[in-house]
């Protein structure tokens, strides 16, 4: 067989139609159409946006003019309910002034006693002792005093005394003697030139007078 007749290559024709660029593109009524629904589809969106946001706006402005009508509305209840109390405030408040300052100082009478009453109890030398202490402060160096107590009173009085001489260089010149006219922790100190009674009647008055201190007698 002749090799030279045998199959050849095909060519294939090397020269194409350049396609159309940019502005040369041809435009189709379908293409315009479809352009046109876009644009009115964006159109509709901002629109709808639009509408949304003056909804909302609105709606907030509504609401807030109706939150301060409510809110005046509450504030004028609340001030004509606060001025009819104050009206029926100032006609009572001489008898709620004067009722409660007559249960304050029933208070602190009661109080009053009840401490006075306790010490007494637990410590009834003791405002004897202290007494003791004021007139030592008061008269000259190693002059007597005598200290009359009720006699079931004398052993914790002279026990008082020890325990103030062991703690005092000077000597101490106190003679206690019992008196069966005195209530228990009551007493009456006399010196040279003095005297001091401590009994439950000056107890009171003392309350008392602090009570009146502080404005509540």
Known sequence: MDQSRGAQPFRFA???I???????????DAALALAAVR????????????AIARARSEGYMEALAQMR?????????????LHTASEEFEHGRDAITEQLREEATTLA???GEALAARALSDAPGEAIDQA????????ARGQEVIISVHPDLAPDIEARI????????RRL??????????????????????GMRLDAAERQRAIHAELAALGLT
Do not use: C
């Not at 644009?39 to 639009?50: F, G, K, N, T």
């Not at 020890?162 to 260089?169: I, V």
């Open 18 to 28: 350049d396609p159309p660029q940019g502005d040369d593109i041809p435009i189709t």
């Open 162 to 169: 020890a325990t103030r001489q062991a703690g005092d260089r």
């Open 173 to 194: 010149n106190l003679v206690v003697l019992h008196d069966d006219a005195l209530a228990m922790g009551d007493a009456h100190l006399r010196w040279e030139g003095g």
């Open 132 to 139: 003791i202490g004021r007139v030592l402060s008061e008269i």
């Open 69 to 81: 009508a409510e809110r005046e509305q509450a504030l004028l209840s609340a001030w004509d309910a």
């Open 14 to 16: 090397t020269h194409f």
């Open 39 to 50: 644009a009115e589809m964006e159109a509709l969106r901002a629109d709808q946006s639009v």
């Open 109 to 111: 009478l009661s109080i």
